[in-house]
């Protein structure tokens, strides 16, 4: 079994930064995955914003946050960041932590553990 615990959301104005973490709880893997997902007001939850492989670090980004978001790893702590640097108002949503130890789930974006959620609010 594993637990996730996010923090680090807020409100923040278009333009600026937030970083948001995710603590895991329990055992990894070499093929454990933990991504960020995220879910606006009214519409469904976007597929993987984010994803890394825990002992290799390789990641995956979605194209809309490509350049601006930029995920990573403390294996120390069992933690997961995001890093989300010139947030748009588009951002806006629900961010999710994930985790799952399959990469047939993980790739195809199907995780078994997830997070709390915490908000995140860009205004204009």
């Known amino acids: 079994q594993v637990q996730l615990v996010e923090s680090g959301g807020g409100a923040v104005q278009a333009g600026g930064s937030l970083r948001l973490s995710c603590a895991a709880s329990g055992r990894t893997s070499v093929n454990f995955a933990m991504a960020w997902f995220r879910q606006a007001p009214g519409k469904e939850r976007e597929l993987v914003v984010a994803?890394?492989?825990?002992?290799?670090?390789?990641?995956y980004y979605a194209d809309s946050v490509k350049g601006r978001f930029t995920i990573s790893k403390d294996n120390a702590k069992n933690t997961v960041y995001l890093q989300m640097n010139s947030l748009k108002p588009e951002d806006t949503a629900v961010y999710y932590c994930?985790?799952?130890?399959?990469?047939?789930?993980?790739?195809?974006?199907?995780?078994?553990?997830w997070g709390q959620g915490t908000q995140v609010t860009v205004s204009s």
């Open positions: 994803r890394i492989r825990w002992r290799i670090g390789d990641t």
């Open positions: 994930a985790a799952d130890f399959d990469p047939q789930r993980w790739l195809v974006g199907e995780y078994n553990y």
